[in-house]
């Protein structure tokens, strides 16, 4: 597709458990960011993927959330141990390259909920 | 660190109102100022932009100028539609070409028929 997709639009998991959220990014787009969005929140910065660089991990607000990219594509971010905290929009976007002039582009987003 | 600061919402306006929502941030150096917008149900989109000091973004009838000298980006709007309706968030990103971008929390605007 055209935009970036992110699966699934919604998950609902027991507390404890594990989730692992999709990103597909659009083609082409080297650099490629993970958020978190809590309700009536704002945009929460976690994981920034640039090409080859080391990723800038300085947002993920514990051990128990980890992320991975696979060379300049799909990218998946963990959960592990999930507690009701971790119930948010976790947004995915992309962008040609990382930094400034570069717009970036947002799939719409999985709702994750903690029961 | 860098970072962004924008009023707090709700913001809540009636048809054909003026609109402002502020936007301040700290930099080093020269960043680039975005303004992104997330009407409901839908996913973030760049709604403007500047790149540098005095460039005044544009778009959908919203402005704004990027002011160093008060380190501003302040979003206004003449006359506001009910469809304007949405989140609105202010964003740098640094000139370093790998650095990333930096979001504002978001201001939530109603605009009253």
């Known amino acids: 597709g055209a935009g970036v997709s992110q699966s699934p639009s919604n998950k609902v998991t027991e507390k404890g458990k594990d989730v692992e959220l999709r990103c597909d990014p659009i083609s082409g787009h080297t650099a490629l960011y993970w958020y978190r969005q809590r309700l009536g929140q704002g945009l929460e910065f976690l994981i920034y993927?640039?090409?080859?660089?080391?990723?800038?991990k300085s947002g993920l607000p514990s051990d128990r959330f980890s992320a991975e990219r696979t060379g300049e594509s799909v990218s998946t971010l963990t959960i592990q141990r999930t507690q009701q905290e971790d119930s948010a929009v976790y947004l995915c976007?992309?962008?040609?390259?990382?930094?400034?002039?570069?717009?970036?582009?947002f799939g719409d987003g999985t709702r994750l909920s903690i029961l | 660190g860098n970072s962004v600061t924008q009023m707090e919402g709700p913001v809540t306006l009636s048809e054909e109102a003026f609109l402002t929502i502020n936007c301040t941030y700290t930099a080093t150096g020269y960043p680039s100022l975005f303004w992104y917008v997330q009407y409901p149900g839908e996913g973030l989109q760049l709604l403007l932009k500047a790149t540098k000091a005095d460039d005044k973004g544009s778009n959908k009838g919203f402005e704004a100028t990027y002011r160093k000298e008060t380190t501003s980006f302040h979003l206004e709007k003449g006359s506001v539609q009910v469809s304007d309706s949405a989140v609105y968030f202010c964003a740098l990103s640094a000139m370093n070409r790998d650095d990333k971008i930096i979001f504002g929390k978001g201001t939530r605007l109603h605009i009253l028929p």
């Open positions: 976007a992309s962008s040609l390259s990382g930094g400034a002039n570069q717009p970036q582009h």
């Open positions: 993927f640039q090409g080859n660089s080391a990723p800038d």
